[in-house]
């Protein structure tokens, strides 16, 4: 049973074709469209080892004709092919850049929500409170109290709304890797 | 992902997050452009897109039906609102809407430090109050029932005044925000309760371009003062 498997061309070419589809979308995610391309240039090349494959592709004329035949053929096909392929891309990547930045946007906004809740803006000000207590410089012990005590009052408030007061420490908190 | 925003970090903060810019993520565009078949398989997969575009569909449809339900509601909501938005003023209206204010509030503020100085001036207590004839203005009773001082009360009506010069050929755009609520102070508080007056009873005050007056104004149809006493 096995052998019967691993002798069918369908099953390694077809398993090929996943692998090969996986190492795409690595290189994808990965930002390497090098890699990405030479991939699936390779997974071009590779049909040519699988003839039995040809007609489940649509390549089935291949079998009646040599490739640069089959080319001359079809090339208004393939152009045609091509263009579309490469609007559909571009196209693609646009819509692809703003499903990026709105996924950005809304892990902004929920880190923002949470580090906004009122047991997060108690905690924060605990933190800051014994950041002034261990610092040794004025200026900084000062600027940690005054946050700590705008944390309280918005604790206080109800949260859930950025203040001006809150607005330096939230932008440390963002640009300092969620570190105060 | 972008090199310098690990999907894995950014979902679990927002550490170092910036502005994507898309001159320096050629390389991952170009990659979404030329393998967009599997990016496509995995964005779908994963990232779920359709929620985007449904929050964004749902989002301006709902934009477009408030437009439509405001557009239709806005005589309406003039009709029953009690302390109607003022209508959006050309420079020459605003300053005369703030010359009658400051008119109007400065009594106010007298009669605040000694009540009851409603009557005027020259009228004595057991005379007839003054006539009033000009109605009531509303919107001057919006502006002044505000916690400033009277010399500032102008200054609580500033998104209604365009920033045009009064020679302008175009009328420039106007922006208008929804009225909110007046805190009661003074003058509002009388005109609510009116002022105590010397043979003991309260009588209510009226707003009037010459001031706050005991006196409603008369009524152009009936040719009569509302509640006269």
Redesign the interface.
């Given at each position: 049973m096995l052998d019967d498997i691993l002798t069918i061309e369908s099953f390694w070419f077809w398993t090929l074709m996943i692998v090969q589809?996986g190492l795409?979308?690595w290189?994808?995610?990965e930002?390497?469209?090098v890699a990405?391309?030479l991939t699936?240039g390779t997974s071009v090349i590779s049909i040519a080892f699988f003839p039995s494959q040809w007609e489940s592709i649509g390549l089935g004329g291949l079998h009646e004709l040599s490739l640069p035949d089959w080319l001359k053929q079809n090339a208004w096909v393939l152009l045609a092919c091509i263009g579309c392929?490469?609007v559909?891309?571009?196209v693609?990547?646009t819509?692809?850049?703003?499903?990026?930045?709105?996924?950005?946007r809304d892990?902004?906004e929920l880190?923002?929500a949470e580090w906004l809740a009122p047991g997060n803006l108690r905690s924060t000000a605990r933190q800051l409170q014994s950041h002034a207590e261990q610092c040794s410089e004025t200026a900084l012990r000062e600027k940690y109290l005054q946050w700590s005590e705008a944390c309280h009052l918005a604790a206080a408030e109800g949260g859930n709304r950025l203040t001006q007061e809150l607005k330096p420490i939230w932008k440390e908190f963002?640009?300092n890797?969620?570190r105060l | 992902m972008l090199p310098d925003y690990k999907t894995g970090r950014a979902r679990n903060g927002v550490d170092g997050l910036t502005r994507p810019d898309p001159r320096e993520q050629t390389a991952q565009i170009v990659s979404w452009a030329i393998c967009w078949p599997w990016s496509v398989v995995w964005t779908f997969c994963v990232y779920n897109p359709f929620r985007y575009i449904g929050e964004f569909v749902l989002r301006e449809i709902q934009t477009a039906l408030y437009e439509i339900s405001q557009s239709e509601f806005t005589g309406i909501e003039r009709d029953l609102a009690l302390d109607p938005p003022p209508f959006p003023l050309r420079e020459s209206e605003a300053t005369e809407r703030q010359a009658m204010v400051k008119q109007a509030a400065a009594p106010a503020s007298e009669n605040q430090a000694s009540a009851p100085a409603v009557p005027p001036p020259e009228s004595q207590p057991d005379q007839a109050p003054e006539q009033h004839p000009a109605p009531v203005d509303n919107s001057a009773a919006v502006a002044i029932a505000t916690d400033e001082p009277a010399e500032d009360a102008p200054a609580a009506q500033p998104q209604m005044m365009p920033q045009q010069s009064p020679d302008a050929q175009s009328p420039a755009p106007v922006t208008w925000s929804p009225p909110q609520p007046a805190p009661v102070n003074a003058v509002s508080r009388q005109q609510l309760h009116g002022v105590k007056h010397a043979d003991g009873m309260y009588r209510p005050t009226y707003l009037s371009p010459n001031g706050v007056s005991t006196e409603p104004a008369i009524d152009p149809w009936t040719q009569k003062r509302p509640h006269s006493q």
């Open positions: 589809s795409i979308i290189f994808v995610e930002a390497n469209p990405a391309v699936l392929y490469v559909i891309g571009i693609w990547a819509f692809r850049w703003w499903v990026l930045v709105r996924e950005m892990t902004y880190n923002k963002v640009t890797a969620s | -």
